[in-house]
């Protein structure tokens, strides 16, 4: 097993564990949090997702890891542009987000007197 960093392959000395709980291991195996193992073939390697793809070789001789297909969408789930877009583009009226804000519970407001004065 070898890690790609800036097109050079060097030798993978430990293992490799991802943000997302993944680890890739020396013998060449993608293990997932809930124990399920890929295997890494010849040719092939792992993004920082934990994602399988393939290597192909860029100009000037560096390796480079193929991007990865994009995953399919869940029914019912929307994409991220799609749900900025609902957000923005909403033809409700929405109140800002101090609107709902609760007050100081009277300070400051002359409802409260400590004396009599």
């Given amino acids: 097993m070898y890690v790609i960093r800036n097109g050079v392959k060097r030798p993978m000395t430990h293992d490799a564990h991802l943000p997302n709980g993944r680890v890739i291991t020396r013998d060449g195996f993608v293990v997932a949090r809930d124990g399920s193992r890929q295997e890494l073939t010849e040719g092939r390697g792992c993004n920082l997702s934990g ?3 393939p290597v192909t070789t860029g100009p000037g001789g560096q390796l480079l890891l193929a991007a990865a297909p994009p995953a399919p ?6 994409g991220a542009a799609a749900y900025l877009q609902q957000l923005l583009m909403s033809n ?3 109140r800002g987000w101090g609107y709902y804000k609760k007050g100081k519970h009277g300070k400051g407001r002359g409802k409260h007197k400590k004396h009599d004065d």
């Fill in 92 to 94: 409700t009226k929405r």
């Fill in 73 to 78: 969408a869940a029914a019912g789930q929307v």
């Fill in 51 to 53: 994602a399988v793809v």
